[in-house]
């Protein structure tokens, strides 16, 4: 092994290549290697080779260098799976966000632009373009021999230099300063699609931001209270400020509604107006006409009487949400509300809630038990307008006027529109970027050129490499006048020439006027930008060239198999071999080192070959690749005279008789496999065990089809209608068929011949009506429970309290590329309009329902979410299954209660019952209830309660919205098991008691407020900082304030000792704010009451110091009467006499404070009285701001093919609606 790392060590040439790949990727043009078309590329390792095509076909840096400026270009990007969708742009991030790049180091300018777009929001393309110039000038100093460190420090340094003598060219800002705002806002959209508009647009981003402006928070500025609203028609020129809120859905008029109310009340409600369901193992029988028109009446009382409350409260506007399980609203709900004169909307989307909440003043509302007056919004007028043959909906004289805006964007097509909406982004940023930084710098190349001129004065001054390295820096800068000049059509060399002579002079201001193709004093031709865009462009940009100079390799991912590092070839060009290979090829010597065998061509480990051994070996890989299986090779035995064993022989596809049946073709001859037992029965008798790198276990236990090799079957478009149904049962038998994943070379043409076929019967399924017939039921479920019912191993990570989920990454399935599929086909049947349920129950039984629950327990979260989706479906199909659901789920809960504590599904199954319990009828049965005793208030006791804390608290709530009657049962239940010792789960008991509070009936709370506030009392008096912080925060809620100044009187003296105490002593200022305002709150509502607490509280420190008092002079008696009595008893007349002192043992008290409380008093100072103290406290923290906390993160090592697996990851619901969506564009077309 010592030496391989020499031979290793000596490849010096190797990092040239690595970064001569990253540059090539980064910015194109020419690197330090130069490669032309006829270079062999044989040698190289095909994943570097790969990387080397793709970085010379598509250079970062240079595909969006021509969209830089007033007249650049613009792109057109195709999108989508078969790229049906097409975007126009010339904004710097939505091209690269589009662009699809293969090497790292292009993937970094992405990003890199990505930051950009977040930090300033505009200079995406300036920023790509600068870093690209910074790296042709780090090329040209590696060419000359400086270090990388040395290059990559100097150009950060330079950066700073830039960023200073920017600051000192800025011009200060006031925002009153309207027409420098303006400047600013049509310089960012000068060099848009829109540019044309950019009178019309730019007072809008303008205005829009200026009324946006949170007086607390001067500084920034959050654009998501700015909502920009697109509509197909008209021109951009109709596009329009309003000053409330926008709706793009229609009112309902099919009733006869109102179209506009003037003084609204708004209401949103996130409940449906439709018939209540039944529960759901209940069926309705009706028998006669009678009954049936029994039920409508009561059907049309019941909604008839929801809205009757509505009305009551004064609502005249009601918004109603989308609803995902059922119509929102009926046609009968319509009618009563039109009569009611209330004007409804409905579809109202999630995430417009909270945006209509902060407009409008309205709070969403779950049950219509809730829907009081004081949930209500208000506005002056609410009416549905035509926009330029376009109708929307108008919220307009809002009550919080002044905290959100809207913008109306028209345009002709959706291409218009999404290009509108980009550059109106654009400078809305550019505003916010003078909200944070108030300071502009002339635009045209002006600054850059000064900068650069200014910085190559300082490398004069400078000695050694760093002056090289400043100069080069100065130079790159240049690229930005280069670039606009060559998109205007103008000479680049001349005009950057003259540049120079014009800012050499003392011109700073002189820039490029691309309009009229001359240099003139840019500021007064009113193009100025945000100081911030620059500086961020060039600190940005000096990072990322700063990272990428200091890589100097790379290492290929293996998705299959880990590498082990001590004996895979640190070069790039060296192919990697799995790493059952390599641990067959290290063996311990004797010496108790690790040498690395001889190997042959099979196991391609080692140094780097030399020149005559690529080409045996590269002849030996291509006959390999004739070759389809391979048994194991045997372990050699490594001493210093052994020789190499001979290696298996590989057996032919050819040497093996086979038959081909049903498109699966069986070998007569089994080849042998690569297990451990294969190995332990090949393995000679004398060889050293050997040991293999630890691997991670994989959530798989599947039974691998033996000797079957697949063949593809024809398509259904090319086979007759008649022939399709037997060709779906044919391709459906053949995905029964399972693949050994934890191999990942093995069976490579069988697992993707698998991978098309589940491809094609998921798009099958989904676009054809009919053919699922009755034959099809058995073989998709047995196809399903073939490729998914499997046992689940132990679990690799730690469970209960000692797994952290920011710690410890989740075991994915290396056979998730074919179950996705197989949950995804198995959901389309279900959801199929021609699936029946009488057969399909048949075969979705009770055993399949258990078996499909073992699953949750898998460590995969993508496979626990897509089976959260697909149970949830089944639920709702299979009434005859509901009750044995629940009861299947009630007994997981019970095993992790009382036995286990260990399951990995608990979230999921959770969520699943939260849509249950919503659905439960009133009056809840009595097995209802007993579920939320013994399941969920016990679920609150285990260790890894943080696994699912927030779908448990949803489930509580949902209990206690249906029956309001169980909330002392199930506080009380949560007071019994509240944590002791855990401050996190005392944090979270704390967040969930604050969700119970908000939906608490009054009555209810009257019933649980001495236990819960003797518990609050005890958790503000807490220790650790959090647990009381959030406990002093129910101070902020409105609603709990109104409770506890209800019942003050039971409440205040409960808290008061504990607030007091923390006022006085508590270290952190956060907690003397929040204490303060708590105590305030009940100042202000008894100030007789809070005078009498605190008399009390005096009284009793009194009552307590007297005690210690009389503990203190008992204690120095017994001292006295032993020194007196010392030496007059014999010891043994002493040990007869009976040691007790119940007189003094009845006086002193069992626990002493350890610390004097500040309301003691001292014989010589006499204190002022207790309320002047307290007031003047009072008074001196009532308006002490409140510093915020931040969560320190972690900074261990994460494995990124698990980040980049889960970030990949869509759920089943996200796969349908987009296929469907598709299917729906296509068929339109």
Known sequence: MVAVKAKQFQDKEKPTEVRASNIIAAKGKRALLELDDNVDLAPVEPYYKEMFVSSRKLPVADAVRTSLGPKGMDKMIQTGKAGENVVITNDGATIMKHMSVLHPAAKMLVDLSAAQDVEAGDGTTTVVVLAGSLLTAAERLLEKGIHPTIIAESFQRAAGKATQYLTEMSVKLDLNDRESLLKSATTSLSSKIVSQYSSLLSPIAVDSVLRVIDPAISDNVDLKDIRLVKRVGGTIDDTELVDGLVLTQNVIKSAGGPTRIEKAKIGLIQFQLSPPKPDMENQVIVNDYRQMDKILKEERQYLLNMCKKIKKTGCNVLLIQKSILRDAVNELSLHFLSKLKILAIRDVERDEIEFICKSTGCKPIADIESFTEDKLGYADVVEEVESAGAKVVKVQGVKNAGKTVSVLIHGSNPLVLEEAERSLHDALCVIRCLVKKRALIAGGGAPEIEVSRRLMEHARTLKGMEAYCFQAFAEALEIIPTTLAENAGLHPIAIVTELRNRHAKGEKTAGINVRKGTISNILEENVVQPLLVSTSAIELAAETVKMIMKIDDMYPFSAANDICPSTVSLNPFNKHVPETQLSRNK???????????????????????????????KAQASSKDKQIKESSPKSSSKREDAKMEPQPQLIPASSSSSTSVGGHKILDKEVPKSGPLNRLKNTPKDAVPTSKAPRRQRSSRFHVTERVELEKLVSFKDVVASERQDLLVKKIQQCNVIFDFSDSLSDLKGKEIKRQTLTELVEYISNNRGVITEPIYPEVVNMFATNLFRTIPPQV?????????????????????????????????????????????????????????????????????????????????????????????????????????????????????????????????????????????????????????????????????????????????????????????????????????????????????????????????????????????????????????????????????????????HWNRTIHGLVYNALKLFMEISPKLFDECTNKYKQNRQLERKKQKDREEIWQKLEQLATQNAGKLPTAQAARLPVSIPSVTAVIPTAVPLTADPLEETPTKPEPPEDDVLNKELQQFEDRPTPQRFRRKSVLPVDETVLTELSRHRSLEELTTQKAKSNADTSND
């Open 797 to 1065: 990570n730690p469970s209960g309290d000692a797994f952290d989920p920011e710690e410890d990454e989740p075991v994915l399935e290396m056979a998730w590329p074919h179950l996705q599929i197989v949950y995804e086909f198995f959901l389309r049947f279900i959801e199929s309009p021609d699936f029946n349920t009488n057969i399909a129950k048949k075969y979705i039984d009770q055993h399949f329902i258990l078996q499909l629950l073992d699953l949750f327990d898998s460590e995969d979260p993508r496979e626990r979410d897509f089976l959260k989706t697909t149970l949830h479906r089944i639920y709702g199909k299979f009434l005859n299954l509901r009750a044995f659901i629940r009861r299947s789920i009630n007994n997981v809960f019970f095993q992790f209660i009382y036995e286990q504590e260990r399951h990995n599904g608990i979230a999921e199954l959770l969520e699943i019952l939260g849509s249950i319990i919503n659905g439960f009828a009133l009056p809840l049965k009595e097995e209802h209830k007993v579920f939320l005793t013994r399941v969920l208030i016990p679920l609150h006791k285990a260790k890894s309660l943080t696994l699912y804390h927030p779908q448990l608290a949803y489930c509580v709530v949902q209990f206690l919205e249906k029956d309001p009657a169980l909330t002392e049962e199930v506080v009380c239940g949560l007071l019994r098991y509240w944590p002791k010792v855990n401050s996190p789960k005392e944090v979270m008991f704390l967040n969930e008691i604050e969700e119970i509070l908000d939906v608490i009936e009054p009555q209810e709370f009257i019933k649980i407020q001495v236990p819960l506030f003797q518990q609050i009392s005890r958790c503000v008096s807490s220790p650790h900082f959090q647990v009381a912080e959030r406990a002093l925060y129910y101070w902020n809620n409105d609603y709990i304030i109104n409770l506890i100044g209800d019942n003050a009187s039971v409440i205040l003296p409960i808290m008061f000792s504990s607030l007091y105490r923390n006022s006085k002593t």
């Open 587 to 617: 063996t311990p010597d004797s010496s108790g080192s690790s040498n690395v065998s001889k190997s042959t061509a099979s196991n391609k480990v080692a140094a780097a070959p030399q020149p005559q051994q690529q080409k045996q070996e």
